[in-house]
């Protein structure tokens, strides 16, 4: 196969990643590694600097029209980056002494555990019982428009919050995902952030977290420009598309066949690993 | 709804606009690197057998700013890609620094001091040495 071969078949594969990933909310990264290692033979290093860079750009790309809305809490986002990005850094330090098979399996775990929680109905409850001193104390409380007038909420067990934030920012330097999913998890089951802030308020921080690995990544020689042109343009193209598409259709069906193929992946990525083929 | 006639509310959402024309500037600054510098690369390259397979790390030059602008100088298309690359990196850490300056027409300085502390960590991760 050709450069030219392989670089529009990968182009035609991002796309349909960017597409699923914005439908599912799981984002452009989590299929990109599965992609380049298992269907491209790609080394997992390439293929971790290629989707950190599809991270940034699904979460850049869909930022701005988040941004408008108003939605996003970008105190929450701001404080929690202190410890996304520091665990980010950890993530891409400790990822030069570990073996990579050991990365595909945690990254083939991650994967299924975000695959699940997919699946689990988003509740958008509101708690607005003031209990937390630090959440007060940092202005974390805050509001979002709706059709029916101003929702205010309150943010529970920041301190927890952070370290779970900590822990996906790790895992998302050392497997160059977004993952989205892990920081989803935190704000809204520890935080009891509302479902709709808490998504935005997510994408905002998906892409300053890879930012963060991105650079030391560049420098070690991971991100490959012949990796990332059809990467960064198919995966921009199909989170666009997906965005379009989810307005229009019902997409419950889709992403449940979806849920099937990445925890199909992921045991994909935890097998080879295992086998040291990885 | 308290300080809709103040100057400070339109400040904030002049930045909000502003963030989000950033936003989407960075995204298409780099999509339009990248496919020109892609054109210019599989017109030179396309018949080549890519080698992904062993991890050998990026070509000398692909791997740090001075390199890369020199590839650009010199119209090599995986330069090109890779500045688009960096413009892409830098759109997150951008927005970080706007943010900390719409914190300061607030008058939050906690959070410009918070805003601070994430573009040091990044700044601490693209000098530190960090690369091993």
Redesign the interface.
């Known amino acids: 196969?050709?450069?030219?071969a392989?670089?529009l078949i990968l182009l035609l594969g991002a796309f349909t990643a960017g597409m699923l990933g914005s439908l599912t909310g799981l984002g452009g990264g989590v299929v990109i590694i599965p992609l380049?290692t298992l269907v491209?033979?790609?080394?997992i290093?390439?293929a971790i600097g290629t989707a950190l860079?599809a991270s940034?750009?699904t979460?850049?790309?869909s930022?701005?029209a988040y941004?408008?809305e108003?939605i996003t809490n970008?105190?929450i986002g701001?404080?929690l980056?202190?410890a996304t990005?520091?665990g980010?850094?950890i993530g891409?330090?400790v990822a030069?002494f570990m073996p990579t098979n050991i990365v595909a399996i945690i990254f083939g775990c991650v994967l299924i555990f975000s695959a699940i929680l997919s699946f689990k109905p988003k509740a958008n409850t509101v708690v607005n019982n003031d209990t937390s001193e630090l959440a007060r104390k940092?202005?974390l409380n805050g509001s979002y428009p709706t059709p029916d007038g101003k929702v205010t909420y309150t943010v529970h067990r920041v301190a927890g919050g952070y370290f779970m934030m900590m822990f996906a920012g790790i895992m998302s330097g050392l497997l160059g995902i977004g993952s989205g999913a892990l920081k989803v998890l935190a704000m809204d089951n520890i935080m009891r952030i509302p479902f709709k802030v808490s998504t935005t308020t997510s994408n905002f921080m998906i892409?300053?977290t890879?930012?963060?690995?991105?650079?030391?990544y560049?420098?070690?020689?991971?991100?490959?420009?012949?990796?990332?042109?059809?990467v960064?343009?198919g995966v921009?193209a199909g989170a666009l598309g997906g965005s379009k598409l989810l307005v229009r259709a019902n997409v419950t069906k889709l992403r449940i066949v979806f849920s099937v193929v990445i925890a199909f992946l992921a045991i994909q990525m935890i097998y080879n690993g295992y086998t040291g083929k990885l | 709804m308290k300080h809709f006639f103040s100057k400070g509310y339109w400040a904030d959402k002049d930045i909000q606009q502003l963030i989000g024309k950033q936003l989407r500037l960075g995204v298409i600054t780099a999509s339009v690197l990248v496919f020109t510098g892609g054109i210019i690369y599989l017109y030179r390259h396309g018949t080549e057998l890519p080698g992904y397979r062993e991890f050998t790390g990026v070509r000398a030059g692909l791997d740090s700013i001075s390199g890369i602008i020199h590839g650009v100088r010199g119209i090599h298309g995986m330069e090109i890609i890779q500045l688009g690359v960096v413009c892409l990196i830098a759109t997150p850490i951008i927005r970080v620094a706007l943010s900390a300056f719409a914190f300061l027409l607030e008058r939050d300085f906690l959070y410009v001091f918070i805003t601070l502390i994430v573009l040091g960590v990044i700044c601490f991760s693209m000098v530190g040495e960090l690369a091993g």
């Open positions: 196969m050709t450069i030219l392989f670089t380049l491209f033979h790609v080394d290093r390439y860079i940034i750009a979460s850049s790309g930022a701005a941004v408008k108003g970008i105190r701001m404080f980056e202190i990005t520091t980010a850094v891409a330090l030069v940092l202005h892409g300053v890879a930012a963060a690995s991105a650079v030391v560049l420098q070690r020689g991971y991100i490959s420009p012949g990796l990332c042109l059809p960064v343009l921009l």
